[in-house]
């Protein structure tokens, strides 16, 4: 973020007033702790503009441009203590609510699989019932479809259009077929 003059300013600081947190992230103690890590993800956010804020104070004044709005000579160092001591405060309270968080998946029993990340090329299962079929009981996992019923149905329908469109074309080879032969007959005659 910018203001006026090109400076950057913060990201809003996410002292949550907890009478503005929507009531669905009170509900249960799992909901809290997901709003926790959203809470988190706004620290890691501050704590990316502290550093790049701290390294700007490190330069030398010289190099400042005048719309960078960087204090100088005593200021410039206070401001460095005042930027680096909340940079650290920021990160304690990241790493606090991160093994809080944790804590919470360990306490909760939370199976493993919910948590990894699936092999690479998992294709999860498709929604609604799928259809069985007496050849999946001959195919390996690889080959089996994992379309479920919707899915097969339209595949059904497009079959059965492709089969209509064949039979429509093929009556139509007949019967110009027979009208040929029947021209070539009166012809003849």
Sequence with gaps: MED????PQPPPENEADHSEINPIWTTSRTARQIYALGEVEKDISR???????SISLLTLPQTDLPEDGLP???????????????????LDAIQSAIRS?????????????????PPPGFVPPSL??????????????????????????????????????LKKIEAGHEAEESGVRGEGDKMEE
């Design 47 to 53: 704590l990316l503009f502290l550093a790049a804020s």
């Design 4 to 7: 006026h003059a090109g400076s």
């Design 72 to 90: 100088q000579g005593e200021e410039r160092s206070e401001q460095f203590v005042l930027e680096v001591g909340e940079y650290f405060e920021r």
């Design 101 to 117: 968080s944790l804590a919470h998946v360990k306490h909760s029993r939370i199976a493993p699989s919910a948590i990894n990340a």
């Design 128 to 165: 609604g019932v799928g259809l069985p079929s007496v050849d999946d009981a001959n195919m390996d996992d690889g080959q089996k479809s994992n379309a479920g019923l919707q899915e097969e149905r339209l595949g059904r329908d497009a079959w059965e259009g492709i089969l209509a469109a």
